[in-house]
């Protein structure tokens, strides 16, 4: 069965050392930009599955773009 995700402020606040303030619209912004980086990395792994002639995409497919995403991502 499929757990949830945590809420975004909650992973924010456990992780940050100090307390961080986060209103509604930045948490709003920044799921949205993670949802955005998901849906990239998503459509570049299934490029890479096709490439290689597989049906399902499979962790080494997305391993073997992060890098090339998150390159991108940092701009």
């Not at 069965?1 to 992780?15: C, D, G, Q, V, W």
């Not at 920044?30 to 490439?51: D, M, Q, R, S, W």
């Amino acid at each position: 069965m499929l757990r949830k995700a945590p809420k975004l402020k909650n992973t924010i606040k456990s992780k940050a050392t100090t307390n961080i303030n986060v209103r509604p619209a930045s948490e709003a912004m920044i799921e949205l930009i993670t949802l955005i980086f998901l849906n990239g990395l998503a459509e570049e792994a299934k490029a890479k599955a096709f490439e290689e002639k597989s049906a399902t995409i499979r962790g080494h497919h997305v391993k073997a773009v992060s890098k090339k995403m998150l390159k991108k991502a940092r701009g």
